[in-house]
């Protein structure tokens, strides 16, 4: 930006001034709650800009050459609009045609025969050589002006640290001779401003020995008695331009040191073009209210604009990809006429994250390693008492057509709280809930909220992520009923080809985990869509309990968990994310990964399900009750990580 | 889920015929295993130590097969071809059967009090005339790893030894002594070591020092011995060296002792059902007797066949499938479990066989029926249940308003809502103790020792991890906070907060003021006292002073906003000025 604002003459400033300040007033009178104090500091804004204009340059306003074209939003801190965008870039090259600097050119040009080179006239002038390309560009706009031809050498420079490194020695070097002859005590070496680099080169290099068992802590003595400083001679070697004497391993082992940089150098070859001359018609920039109340603009030549720059991206805040996908799946469950549950309830009690799941007590997702535990509140005290009798023995010695997994039940192990490992503790509340009501009418639930693994964290483990759940609950529910949801479920995704494959999952019966079809990659895609269905009895069908007629409750639900790692998916949540928080690089980098772990590059920590969270065994059985005839279907969807901002 | 390794030629040898790799994976598929992946000891070794490590390893190709973790019996190459083929009706499923021995004399464990109140129950077994190959040892030493691993719950449910019967003669007794008093030659050991020795030399055992918690603390050891004084075992922990077996061995004792007689039981007929393929007699077990301190004595293993009986209406009526009772029958006796058609003819008696221990009501057979049918072959359809959906009103109100705020030019993150209890205490210039924080005992990290009770601290982290963004950065988050509550049945409810942070170089009170402002606007809560908003001055420790307010709506206290005390922003590693708002949205429902 620099150069092309001092580049360019000042601007005439009375009607930029005024005219966008009308407009701009206009647009913040929404903003009325600080009206008073806004229209106050909107005059000493103008001032300033109307200023900076004359003078060509002030305090926060000077570089910003199209002031009109960003109209600076109605805050106190005009300052953030300009950041980056002032100058719209398809008016970039044209704008400085009539610079002084492409007026020397063309001077220059008509002097001399063949033609000019950019970095050759730039070191004439005195100028950066970014400020003469700029110009070439500029004239180039112009049409057939001038003859541009690009030209790119290739050269090796030294880096700052390199330049150092060429005038006062290498870091190990330097380290080397900084050691007395009787040593020094190591935490005083790396307390040197070369200390921790030098100090290992030197190791490795055999020149500095350490004994640890000194007193007063380990010491480091020189290990020889002098030693040759190849680094600085090398460099000495590039500084002289000699880089090519260096071979190509030497040469990229100090670019790993980042002593060395190859640098890419593009000049210009000018030289005059078939319209050259030394006198370029003056072009106006912009259509200008003034131009059209005068009628002038029939009489003024615009510059061209360059259709292929990028536009100025708008303003505004954004919302988390993970949370839009979010919004997308209740969005679809609500389309299936799904009634959301309430999961605001992150602390469980063992009893319904685990025991009400028929998930047996020395299952191993009760332990420590896998589960948050918690010390204080470590204990649930309130329960269904009669529900937790019949849940007891169900574990303990069997029923409701079970055999149970005769153990001994207790309820201390039950009332431990912990951080809810699945939001399945909720969809059992509710089913409970649900088996109070009489009578009974078909429901269908969802819920889709945080879940909590004890995880160390690394960037495909997370210890919070988001799960989904759905649940079906009328009579005469089948398997084929809850795939035919899936399907319906994942077609609304974008997904069409599904594949069921048996699993195991405790607390529901039969299970299944879903595969489905990458159309792109053209194989099924194993994890990255994985549901358990099951349908479980809640009762399991009790064989003795039908001869007594009793058909006690069955609740065949269909729990279906769906953990998300389509990258299909991940490449659109991509495209949405803020960049405003991600930068560019990031996101290219991430997308040419063509994952969506924008976790490591951005600190954002991302959309993965640790792969155990699929597999993990977990149980679950009978919602217990004792009404009657009566089927859930339940499907219970676990969703991917959630991607955290930290 | 367990992953069992098996070597492909050796199974497909079993199976009695090849498949591609495409073959193998869609039988597994269909069978509900999974074949995760296609490696070979040489190809482990490099990618785990390096290619060097991995010089001369055998590159003999194994397949790395998922199996359902309730399946104890596909646990190893022998049960997973007997299962494989049964399914594919190749074979019939064998029939296993507990024998006497030819000469009466059979063998006895006798339990001995003391053993209560270490690890109470074992059970035992013996495999006659059994051939082992270097292949089939194998299987049964890494069978027993497997089982040990999940079943056995890392041996504290159930341990499992085995001994070369030859070698030792009964009976046998199991009983708990002090350490010290046990001496003996423990399994590849060179000299005789008593077992406080032995714990202390099994401390820096990778494989064994995951153990011996299980023990280590209790008073006695658990130990078994033959009648001539030869230790056998001191379960969990190791076998003797005595008894140890051998690829000759042709005789096994086999007991397992635990803390749950259920599991010990199941995980012997897993062992001997599995084995009992390579015995003289193939599928017969010899039985062992086994005698409790009150005189009791049970014959084991129990091996037992226990029959159910099912409705076809009832299975085709879960599956959604309308098949004969006669083709149910012929699908279940293809999951290995016998079944005929009986009674009126929609009756199908089951019989379960004891290597199905996981097959406990009758919706497992359901299941079973519906793998054997395929999945992939029941239709789709969907359910006549007709419902209105209804969204909870506490989630409506905050997709609305996230949206809004995004509109306002603030960007949503998404944050833990576990983190330090310095996050929500010393960093916020608070006590811990103020806090009513829910905390966690067994954190890993000390990233997550609490539950967070303020959602400011995960914005000012977000914002630290992106200093490098241009300024100003505007961020909002509603989501849950955590607080102690004795009135909910667990001692804790969450609660639905909106925070949202200005960061610049100048503190920007009037931005974010004026996002509540606008809040409020969308809430439909006007300015003013009793019905409205308003906001007055108030102290707070992680504001500067005299730039905090209160946010009072519809006459109760909802939240705060101001400008951020230095030293909060300081301990968040910021730089810059910065005001926050964070205000309860569930008063606005």
């Known amino acids: 930006m620099g150069p092309a604002a001092s580049a360019r003459p000042s601007r005439p400033s009375s009607r930029s001034g005024s005219m966008t300040g009308r407009v701009r007033f206009q647009w913040m009178i929404p903003h009325f709650s600080y009206k008073e104090i806004w229209e106050q500091k909107a005059k000493h804004f103008f001032q300033d800009h109307t200023e900076s204009n004359r003078g060509g340059g002030s305090k926060w306003w000077g570089f910003v050459p199209h002031s009109r074209w960003r109209i600076p939003g109605p805050r106190f801190s005009g300052l953030r609009s300009f950041r980056f965008r002032h100058v719209p870039s398809h008016l970039h090259g044209a704008d400085m045609a009539d610079g002084p600097v492409a007026q020397l050119l063309l001077q220059r040009l008509a002097s001399c025969d063949g033609g000019l080179d950019s970095l050759e006239l730039s070191s004439a002038l005195g100028l950066e050589h970014q400020v003469v390309v700029g110009a070439v560009k500029s004239l180039q706009a112009l049409g057939e002006v001038i003859e541009a031809e690009l030209r790119s050498t290739q050269r090796w420079e030294l880096t700052p640290e390199g330049q150092e490194t060429a005038q006062d020695g290498s870091h190990e070097a330097r380290v080397f001779h900084s050691l007395p002859p009787e040593g020094l005590v190591q935490s005083e070496l790396m307390r040197l401003p070369s200390g921790k680099v030098g100090f290992s080169k030197a190791m490795s290099n055999k020149w500095i020995r350490i004994d640890k068992n000194a007193p007063g802590g380990p010491r480091v003595f020189r290990a020889v008695d002098n030693v040759e400083d190849l680094v600085q001679a090398k460099l000495q070697l590039v500084q002289d331009g000699e880089a090519e004497r260096l071979s190509e391993k030497e040469r990229n082992e100090l670019k790993k040191r980042k002593l060395l940089s190859e640098v890419t150098l593009k000049t210009y070859w000018v030289s005059k073009g078939s319209a050259f001359s030394t006198s370029i018609s003056k072009q106006e920039a912009e259509l200008s209210p003034e131009m059209i109340s005068s009628g002038s603009w029939r009489d003024v030549k615009f510059k061209a604009y360059n259709f292929s720059s990028k536009g100025v991206l708008p303003e505004g805040g954004h919302l988390h990809p993970l949370m839009k996908v979010r919004t997308q799946f209740r969005q679809i469950f609500l389309e299936m006429g799904f009634t959301e549950m309430p999961t605001d309830n992150f602390i469980e009690s063992s009893f319904w994250n685990f025991d009400a799941l028929f998930q047996p007590q020395q299952h191993p997702a009760r332990d420590q390693h896998d589960t948050f535990f918690l010390k204080d509140p470590a204990e649930a005290l309130d329960f269904p008492m009669d529900y937790v009798e019949r849940v007891k023995r169900t574990h303990s010695r069997g029923g409701y057509g079970s055999q149970g997994y005769k153990y001994d039940w207790k309820l201390e192990e039950a009332q431990k709280n912990l951080l809810r490992t699945h939001t399945t503790a909720a969809s059992a509340r509710a089913l409970y809930r649900l088996a109070q009501q009489k009578p009974f009418s078909p429901a269908k639930y969802f819920s889709i909220d945080r879940v909590f693994r004890n995880e160390t964290l690394d960037a495909t483990h997370l210890a919070e992520f988001h799960q989904i759940e759905g649940v079906v609950a009328d009579y005469d529910l089948t398997l084929g009923h809850l795939m035919g949801i899936l399907k319906e479920f994942f077609t609304k995704l974008g997904i069409t080809h599904l594949r069921f494959k048996p699993a195991y999952n405790p607390y529901t019966e039969p299970s299944m985990e879903v595969f489905s079809y990458h159309q792109g990659k053209q194989i099924w895609r194993q994890n990255q869509l994985v549901c358990l269905v099951t349908m479980m009895g809640r009762t399991g069908a009790g064989r003795d309990k039908r001869k007594d007629g009793q058909m006690e409750g069955q609740v065949p639900g269909q729990t279906w968990k769906d953990g998300i790692r389509d990258r299909q998916m991940g490449r659109s949540w991509h495209r949405a994310l803020p960049t405003h928080l991600l930068g560019e690089a990031e996101c290219r980098e991430s997308r040419r990964r063509g994952r969506h772990r924008y976790s490591k590059t951005v600190q954002t920590q991302g959309v993965h399900l640790p792969r155990k969270a699929f597999c993990r065994p977990c149980s679950a059985q009978p919602i217990n009750g004792g009404s009657s005839g009566r089927g859930v279907l339940s499907l219970l969807g676990r969703r991917e990580a959630i991607g955290t901002v930290t | ?589």
């Open chain 2, 1 to 589: 889920m367990p992953t069992v390794s098996v070597k492909r030629d050796l199974l497909f040898r079993a199976l009695g015929r090849t498949y591609t790799d495409e073959e193998f994976d869609e039988l597994c598929f269909e069978f509900g295993l999974e074949l995760d992946e296609i490696t070979s000891e040489k190809e482990i070794i490099s990618k785990e130590q390096g290619d060097e490590k991995a010089e001369g390893a055998s590159d003999v190709i194994l397949y790395k097969i998922d199996v359902p973790a309730n399946r104890y019996d596909l646990l190893c190459l022998e049960g997973l071809v007997r299962g494989l083929q049964v399914f594919k009706e190749r074979i019939k499923a064998p029939r296993y059967k507990r024998i006497k021995p030819n000469n009466g004399q059979i063998q006895r464990l006798i339990i001995t009090e003391e053993t209560v109140q270490v690890r109470p129950y074992a059970v035992a077994a013996v495999l006659r005339n059994i051939k082992f190959s270097k292949a089939r040892y194998d299987s049964f030493i890494e069978l027993q790893e497997k089982l040990h691993q999940n079943i056995c719950r890392k041996r504290a449910l159930v341990a499992i030894g085995t001994h070369d019967l030859d070698t030792i003669s009964g009976p046998f007794t199991y009983t708990a002594r002090t350490p010290s008093d046990i001496k003996f030659k423990a399994l590849n050991q060179t000299k005789e070591h008593t077992a406080c020795e032995l714990m202390d030399l099994y401390k820096t055992d990778n494989h064994l020092k995951h153990f011996l918690h299980i023990i280590e603390n209790k008073p006695l050891y658990p130990v078994i011995y033959d009648s001539n004084g030869v230790v056998l075992s001191m379960p969990p922990i190791i076998n003797g060296d005595h008894s140890k077996i051998t690829l000759k061995t042709r005789n096994v004792f086999i007991e397992c002792t635990g803390t749950d007689l259920t599991k010990a039981k199941i995980v012997l007929d897993v062992i001997v059902t599995m084995f009992s393929e390579y015995c003289e007699k193939q599928f017969t077990v010899e039985a062992a007797e086994v005698i409790y301190p009150n005189g009791k004595s049970y014959l084991y293993p129990e091996l037992a066949y226990r029959k159910e009986m099912v409705k076809a209406d009832l299975i085709n009526k879960q599956i959604g499938i309308s098949e004969t009772p006669a083709s149910l029958a012929k699908l279940l006796t293809r999951m290995y479990l016998k079944s005929e058609v009986i009674g009126d003819g929609n009756q199908i008696e089951i019989e379960i066989p004891p290597t199905r221990a996981d097959i406990i009501h009758a919706c497992d057979i359901v299941e079973d029926a519906a793998i054997a049918y395929g999945y992939n072959n029941i239709q789709m359809t969907i359910p006549k249940t007709y419902t209105i959906a209804n969204q909870l009103p506490l989630n409506k109100l905050t997709e609305l308003l996230r949206h809004d705020l995004a509109a306002a030019g603030f960007t949503e993150t998404l944050t833990f809502a576990l983190c330090s209890q310095e996050d929500i205490a010393d960093k916020l210039g608070m006590d811990i103790s103020a806090t009513k924080a829910v905390h966690i005992a067994n954190p890993k990290t000390a990233e997550f020792q609490v539950a967070r009770t303020t959602l400011l601290p995960g914005l000012l982290k977000t914002i630290a991890a992106n200093r490098k963004m241009p300024l100003p950065l505007k961020l909002f988050e509603i989501s849950d906070i955590v607080l102690k509550d004795s009135s909910k049945d667990v001692g804790a409810r969450n609660h639905r907060h909106l925070c949202a942070v200005y960061y610049n170089k100048n503190p920007g009170f009037e931005v974010i003021h004026g996002l509540l402002d606008r809040i409020m606007q969308l809430l439909d809560v006007p300015f003013g006292e009793d019905k409205g908003y308003v906001i007055k001055a108030a102290e707070g420790s992680a504001f500067f002073p005299g730039r905090c307010a209160e946010v009072f709506a519809k006459g109760q206290s909802v939240g705060k906003l101001g400008v951020l005390h230095p030293d909060v922003i300081t301990k968040f590693e910021l730089t810059m000025p910065c005001s926050a708002l964070e205000i309860n949205v569930e008063p606005f429902l």
